[in-house]
């Protein structure tokens, strides 16, 4: 198998890796739920939600996380989607109804739930792992020849 | 109170996701694409994530009460129903696709990514879409 991969990456990716967990456990601590993206996300387009101020608040830190990003590291708004402006609504559409559908998203089962030792969020992990991964290998390696 | 630590802890997830590079949907593709050059990245997130989350969901749910809420909402479903394979492959097939999952498309809207609104408003309404589609059908 070929890697592609270096040391700096390696440890910029546990790095990062780590950060996100010690925000899932500041938000489990102090609001006392997972810290799943796409269920924050639902929670703030609920109306009369409970949580819903929490959730906006949420969503705005990554907001805002993105907009110092984007200020002190041009670098991250040059880059470029994989996909055609079509295929990205389309995958939002999905992603966003696959989500909801299925209780959780990389952040809620990937994260939060393998930290918990859920069955359900294995399975689920396990699913969109694997659907994501034949889904790329058909984009990437299936094309008409080309 | 409660409203700042949400804020705080949503900065500090999406400085995570950026720090570690998978708001770059290249990479996230690099690591699905098993069959080309390899980018395990997002392995050593989830790892990272994984080690930090895990120890310390052990240490704050003995606390019996979280800091700023009433109690914990852990979520108490064990059943693997169809809903949770169905909705798991959609989303599958939609982050092959772009390899945005959402954290980093609500991230990359404040970077001003390229694609990034299109693919947040279409996310915004896909899950309006299924909440429709669950308040009709009883499921939700």
Request: net charge positive.
């Amino acid at each position: 198998m070929n890697v592609a991969m270096d040391a700096a990456g390696f440890l910029r990716a546990a790095l990062g890796g780590a950060l996100i967990g010690a925000a899932a456990s500041l938000y489990l601590l102090t609001r006392g739920a997972p810290a799943g993206v796409s269920s924050i996300v639902g929670d703030a387009l609920e109306k009369g939600s409970p949580g819903r101020r929490d959730a906006f608040a949420f969503v705005g830190g990554l907001v805002v996380a993105g907009l110092l990003g984007g200020i002190f590291v041009p670098s991250l708004r040059a880059v470029a989607p994989v996909a055609s402006l079509p295929a990205l609504a389309v995958a939002g559409l999905l992603v966003g109804f696959g989500t909801r559908l299925g209780s959780g998203c990389t952040s809620g089962h990937g994260v939060c739930g393998l930290s918990r030792f859920s069955l359900r969020s294995l399975i689920a992990t396990l699913t969109f792992m694997f659907v994501a991964g034949v889904m790329t290998y058909a984009i990437v390696h299936g094309g008409n020849g080309s | 109170m409660s409203r700042i630590a949400t804020f705080a802890a949503g900065l500090l997830f999406g400085v995570g996701l950026l720090v570690s590079g998978m708001t770059d949907p290249n990479r996230v593709r690099g690591f699905l694409d098993v069959a080309g050059a390899w980018d395990p990245s997002l392995a050593f997130v989830m790892g990272g994530a994984l080690l930090v989350h895990a120890a310390a969901y052990r240490w704050i749910t003995r606390l019996g009460r979280p800091l700023l809420a009433d109690r914990f909402h852990i979520p108490t479903r064990t059943s693997i129903d169809g809903r949770l394979v169905a909705g798991a492959a959609i989303f599958g097939v939609g982050w092959g696709l772009s390899g945005i999952c959402p954290g980093p498309a609500v991230v990359n809207l404040g970077v001003g990514a390229s694609g990034a609104a299109i693919f947040a408003l279409a996310g915004v309404v896909g899950m309006l879409a299924y909440s429709a589609w669950a308040s009709r059908s009883g499921a939700g």
